[in-house]
């Protein structure tokens, strides 16, 4: 299982960091490709930024590069997306996911690529 937390209401320019607690089968967590995406009120679920089981590897839209971070500590059985100066158009739920698979770069935004999701946490961003 996956538990969001750490959405809230920021203003625009703010910063949060959320954060996605594994349970369950937590002794294979480290091996987990994570992911978080995110939906707004009307559209559709989209990728937001992916990480490998090793830390390596990462992936984020374009639309949140060199403003969000994606990272993990596997002792924690956590991953982590810090959000730096956010934007009114960031405002959505944002869903943690987990996949025992192990895509190339491209293929960890897709949604398939991930079996297990969080019930989400929601993020607004005033202007």
């Known amino acids: 299982q996956l538990q969001a937390s750490g959405g809230g209401l920021v203003q625009a320019g703010d910063s949060l960091t959320l954060s996605c607690v594994a349970s369950?089968?937590?002794?294979?967590?480290?091996?987990?490709?994570m992911g978080w995406f995110r939906q707004a009120p009307g559209n559709e679920r989209e990728f937001v930024a992916a990480?490998?089981?090793?830390?390596?590897?990462?992936l984020y839209a374009d639309s949140v590069k060199g403003r969000f971070t994606i990272s993990r500590d596997n002792r924690k059985n956590t991953a982590y997306l810090q959000m730096n100066r956010l934007k009114p158009e960031d405002t959505a739920r944002y869903y943690c996911?987990?996949?025992?698979?192990?895509?190339?770069?491209?293929?960890?935004?897709?949604?398939?690529?991930?079996?297990?999701w969080g019930q989400g946490t929601l993020v607004t961003v005033s202007s």
């Open positions: 990480i490998r089981f090793t830390s390596t590897r990462t």
């Open positions: 369950g089968d937590t002794d294979t967590f480290s091996t987990y490709l």
């Open positions: 996911a987990a996949g025992r698979t192990n895509p190339n770069l491209s293929s960890m935004s897709l949604e398939r690529m991930y079996d297990h």
